[in-house]
């Protein structure tokens, strides 16, 4: 099992530093650039948008961010749909259940973070690109979800 061995391999978690696709424009940076979070690193950025978290055993990155206080996009939770991709810039991230991603974003390295386990100790993701043209068909609208929460 993937989350045995995430807990033998690594008892403390996973540090995750996360950028918000988001910013990109305003910065006038581009998803390739090779210094993308080397960049992010020296600039003034919010929080939600820059830092780094720990995932800890067991947690999906998105279980992850959500406990430690961000809000990030999602919502089937279930690998049904793109709304919470993630570049994965660096490190290993299994996703256990995943209908929707074809293998050219996969090889690409577009992940879920609905249900994805960091595989290694160290991860750099992009976060929030779920409106990258290439995602686009693959997002389902969150009102639905977001009504269905609304009584809880």
Known sequence: MVE???EDDRPDGSRIEYLNY?????????????????????????DADYGQFLV????????AAENRGY???????????ANCAVALY???????????????LKARGIRLSCNGIPLSDDLKILYNIKHLPALEELRLPPRPFEQAYAGD
């Open 4 to 6: 045995e061995s995430v």
């Open 22 to 46: 988001a910013v990109l424009d305003d910065h006038g940076w581009s998803i390739g650039d090779e210094d993308l979070f080397e960049t992010a690193a020296t600039t003034d950025l919010a």
């Open 90 to 104: 660096d490190g290993a991230l299994d996703m256990p259940n995943d209908t929707v991603l074809p293998p050219e």
């Open 56 to 63: 800890r055993p067991g947690e999906s990155l998105l279980e």
């Open 71 to 81: 809000a990030w996009p999602y919502a089937c939770r279930g690998g049904a749909c």
